[in-house]
């Protein structure tokens, strides 16, 4: 009958309404998860400024900390006297920056700010003692500095961080998320020419900041030979033939400094001669500064505000942090209701001088 098809026809339309609806949330929930994903594998990003009367010392530690974050920070950022904080939250967004590190100093001591843009966290270290980069290379024997390692981001090491401890499993992944992630199926090992080791003593409470150069050495064969393959021309003047000096020395270089666990057979070719696939090589590790030895001080929910999840020499009571939590929660709602109220009063004046005209 006529009523029972026109029924059936309108049973339809729902049902195709009703999936279109979903297809549509289905699409939106895969871009917005793309999007995501996206943001997810950019880089972080970061600037590294002083504030206020500093030094001319910890000026040129933050230059130092800024050739650590190479290539992802802002290189040759100029900070003038009057920039705020908000300064550098509104330029941050367009730029992709994600972290912020700020130098501090006061009458006590050296400070350092670490937060994320653009609602923090924000972590705060006391610097105990420091050495600069040119302090560092100039008691190396023999400082190993190219250019080129510069152009790609350090690998960060972590050692003996407690997971157990809430303050330190935060530090520790608020401390993972300011570096490059590495994608172990797709990295390639020449790349990674830094490392940034962060070590922590649990019985001091201080945590060593250090950064090394990497580089692999061949193992396996003799001084002469290791000569010979890093192009190095010897004098042969003594010889009577090559084999001589060849075979004049069956001890490899690296075998009286290297332990056997430095030894890696490569899974990939890395820079320097002889270090090809699949070749004994041992890895070295030689530091090019700057040295930093930290203390957490605080940790905060914001940016450089908020709630206190840890203070290394306050301690409160639940109670006191309940009556922060209300004091808080009120006067956000008083700055809230003050910006409606000045929102409303300039539309009653606009409204005003509208009629007047």
Do not use: W
């Amino acid at each position: 009958s006529l009523p029972s098809a026109s029924r059936l026809f309108q049973n339809m339309g729902r049902v195709l309404k009703k999936k279109r609806k979903q297809k549509r949330k289905l699409r939106a929930s895969q871009k917005a998860r793309a999007a995501q994903e996206l943001e997810d594998q950019k880089p972080p990003r970061s600037f590294v400024i002083h504030r206020g009367a500093v030094g001319k010392e910890i000026q040129q530690l933050a230059l130092d900390v800024r050739k650590i974050m190479e290539p992802y920070t802002a290189s040759h950022l100029k900070v003038r006297q009057n920039n705020v904080l908000k300064d550098f939250v509104h330029v941050a967004g367009p730029l992709g920056v994600t972290h912020i590190v700020v130098f501090t100093k006061s009458e006590m001591s050296i400070n350092m700010k670490i937060s994320r843009f653009p609602r923090g966290p924000t972590v705060t270290f006391r610097v105990l003692s420091y050495a600069l980069m040119s302090d560092v290379l100039a008691s190396l024997k023999k400082p190993r500095t190219t250019l080129n390692q510069y152009k790609n981001p350090p690998m960060l090491i972590m050692n003996n961080f407690p997971t157990d401890v809430k303050h330190m499993k935060l530090l520790t992944t608020f401390m993972q998320s300011s570096f490059p992630t590495i994608n172990v199926q797709h990295v390639k090992l020449s790349e990674i020419q830094r490392c940034v080791l962060l070590h922590y003593e649990e019985e001091t409470n201080v945590i060593e900041y250090r950064h090394y150069n990497i580089r692999a050495i061949p193992v396996g064969m003799s001084r002469q030979v290791g000569k010979l393959v890093k192009s190095k021309v010897p004098d042969l003047s003594r010889y009577q033939d090559i084999s001589e000096y060849v075979l004049g020395g069956n001890v490899s270089e690296s075998e009286f400094e290297d332990a056997e666990e430095a030894r890696v057979s490569l899974p990939q070719a890395l820079p320097g001669r002889g270090n090809a696939t699949s070749q004994q090589s041992a890895i070295r590790l030689t530091e090019i500064g700057p040295r930093l030895s930290l203390q957490l001080v605080k940790v905060e929910s914001g940016l450089c505000e908020g709630e206190v999840l840890f203070h290394q020499f306050v301690t409160k009571t639940k109670e006191e942090v309940k009556a922060l939590r209300r004091k808080k929660a009120s006067s956000k709602r008083l700055k809230i209701q003050r910006r409606k109220q000045q929102e409303a009063n300039v539309r009653k004046k606009a409204t005003e001088k509208k009629t007047r005209q």
